[in-house]
């Protein structure tokens, strides 16, 4: 397969379309986590379909003293990782293409999810980031766009603005890739020095006590559930070794901090430690929300939640999520 590089929005409107159209937006350095989603968009688009690539460093998304000039531009590397993932188009226009009259006076308001984590952390990054995404919907009108869900509040808010503004495009979420070790991918791990590297598992690990805390919780409310709490019931077990079992399981389920207590219990343990090794993680953020407007879930919340951490090792900052179900066992 060719992969054709386009600069502009004329060429990309010149080719002839045939079947669906996916799109993948990135901000280059592309990575095994891209790749995925270019594979999993060619899976979507078929044979018959087409495939495009967005690179385009959105200068809107990068506030003051972050780091847009040091933001990796490697495009040579990316037509590979995107050929060979099954691209048809990279589209990498430049600056003055997506803003031909400069910043744009009129921008997209991420609103109140937009303030919350990393909103809170990076003002006015939400805003640049839906601005940029829908003039890149725009001007690749595809069928289909696709995103990772390791930018779990991004991925959230461009469904919410698809859906609120009828875009008429179906947002596709894919799961987070990580590297053997647990870290999730990231175009910033290649600034992690070996020993911030080791510090920054410390993000994954967390996550996963805190699934680990909840996946316990669950089978022991899920226990609980199937043992009742009756005297014949107590006396039947008893004689088959059980009571035992089912006492803590009622004792467990019941047990505070349990819930999402226990699970950011869990996961802030890791953190803990993590900000007393060298060189040291600094958190921004620990939070268990629910996915709709990423506000923290309560104790008797149940449904779907994502338990998310931000924080910083030397210069670099990363972010990583996981979902969780709540109330499963009942």
Do not use: C
């Amino acid at each position: 397969m060719t992969t054709a590089l386009l600069r502009t929005a004329e060429e990309l409107r010149a080719r002839v379309r045939a079947g669906r159209r996916a799109v993948v937006m990135t901000m280059g350095a592309l990575h095994e986590g891209h790749a995925t989603l270019i594979r999993t968009a060619r899976e979507i688009a078929g044979d018959g379909g087409e495939v495009v690539v967005t690179v385009f460093v959105n200068p809107l998304q990068f506030g003051q003293g972050e780091d847009l000039d040091r933001y990796p531009r490697t495009l040579d590397a990316d037509l590979k990782i995107a050929a060979l993932a099954g691209a048809d188009v990279v589209f990498a226009p430049a600056v003055d293409e997506v803003y031909p009259g400069g910043e744009p006076q009129v921008r997209i308001s991420a609103g109140p999810m937009g303030e919350r984590l990393e909103g809170s952390v990076r003002p006015g990054h939400f805003d640049g980031m839906l601005t940029v995404v829908a003039k890149l919907l725009h001007l690749t009108r595809p069928d289909v766009a696709l995103f990772g869900q390791k930018d779990a509040q991004q991925l959230a808010l461009i469904r919410r603005m698809a859906r609120d503004l009828n875009f008429g495009v179906e947002i596709a979420g894919v799961p987070t890739v990580r590297e053997a070790d647990g870290l999730a991918l990231s175009s910033r791990n290649r600034f992690l020095s070996a020993e911030e590297r080791r510090t920054a598992l410390a993000l994954s690990q967390a996550l996963f006590a805190g699934r680990d805390r909840h996946a316990a919780q669950e089978a022991l409310r899920a226990r609980a559930l199937e043992v009742p709490a009756t005297r014949a019931r107590a006396e039947a077990l008893s004689a088959i070794g059980e009571s035992r079992a089912a006492a803590d399981a009622h004792a467990v389920a019941k047990a505070v901090p349990g819930g999402p207590a226990g699970v950011r219990a869990a996961a802030r343990l890791l953190l803990d430690e993590a900000a007393r090794v060298r060189p040291p993680l600094v958190l921004d953020y620990l939070a268990l929300v629910d996915p709709d407007d990423f506000t923290e879930i309560q104790d008797d919340f149940t449904g779907e939640a994502i338990l998310a951490v931000a924080a910083r090792v030397g210069t670099t900052r990363l972010i990583d999520n996981i979902p969780l179900i709540f109330g499963a066992a009942s």
